[in-house]
């Protein structure tokens, strides 16, 4: 599609009036029905306007003229797993795993490698391949060729050092000491857990990046321990193969 037809898509989808858009985003009416004829585009500022109210990238807005990949990872980007700035802007440079909340999550190339290669093992490489594929691609990639500016001095490992250290100092009773914490977006481990009274309840947000890691329990069986954390609370979980049957061990604010 072009961008006249997706603008005008979005548009009607989201139950817009010309008159209303044009209300939400600063122009006039007029600029609006141009744009929608083909006449003229948005210029950048209204583009990222349009971006924040549809939740779609400009580059979805344009058209998509480009073929959009993590800086960071190099995992195609589709507009539900872009990355967010700290205004909730998207940053079509990277996606919600490595970049969350303007923060970079990963100062480690072979951290990183390590966390992508069962992803690309599923997807038919050997663990061998799929390691000499990144180590030679992802030091290309905008991010890594620019870290010493991008990076934040170790600030977030700092953290994710710290946070571990609460987790651990929990002891809880059948979980092994956890070692690292994992970049995790939330709609993919947001669990349903069930309530006394029989009700169910999640506890994150399907868009939010969170810090967390799977475990298997030191008394054997089939269940796992699920750790999940951020700057305001520790959850801790235990559930089945595919994550059926969860059952919340703790939830604790920090």
């Known amino acids: 599609m072009n961008t006249k037809d997706v603008l005008y898509e979005l548009r009607t989808k989201n139950k817009l009036s010309q008159d209303e858009l044009a209300e939400k985003i600063f122009v006039t009416r007029q600029a609006v ?4 004829n083909g006449e ?9 306007l349009l971006s924040k109210l549809y939740n779609v990238s400009i580059n979805t807005l344009l058209g998509s003229p480009h073929r959009l990949i993590c800086q960071c990872c190099g995992m195609p980007l589709e507009d539900e797993i872009i990355g967010r700035n700290k205004d909730g802007s998207m940053n079509e440079n990277y996606c919600q795993w490595c970049y969350a ?6 100062s480690d190339l072979d951290e990183l490698i390590d966390v992508c290669i069962p992803q690309m093992v599923k997807e038919g490489f050997t663990e061998e391949q799929a390691r000499n594929y990144l180590r030679e691609t992802l030091p290309n990639l905008d991010y890594w060729k620019r870290y010493e500016e991008l990076s934040d001095s170790g600030q977030f490992e700092e953290f994710k ?5 609460e987790i651990n100092d929990l002891h809880i009773d059948g979980m092994p000491r956890i070692e690292k914490l994992n970049a995790l977006v ?4 947001n669990l349903e857990y069930r309530l006394p009274n029989g009700e169910t309840v999640k506890f994150l947000d399907d868009q939010t990046t969170y810090l967390g890691n799977q475990l298997e329990s030191e008394l054997g069986g089939d269940r796992c321990f699920g750790v999940l954390a951020n700057m305001d609370f ?6 089945g193969p595919e ?12």
Not at 33 to 36: A, G, I, L, P, T
Not at 40 to 48: R, S
Not at 186 to 189: N, P
């Open 33 to 36: 029905s141009r744009w929608e």
């Open 40 to 48: 003229t585009v948005p210029n950048t500022e209204t583009l990222k």
């Open 101 to 106: 909340d303007g923060t970079y999550t990963y």
């Open 161 to 165: 050092k710290k946070l571990i250290g």
């Open 186 to 189: 939330g709609r993919f481990v």
């Open 234 to 239: 520790i959850l801790i979980s235990t559930y």
């Open 243 to 254: 994550g059926r049957n969860p059952e919340l061990v703790l939830y604790k604010k920090r």
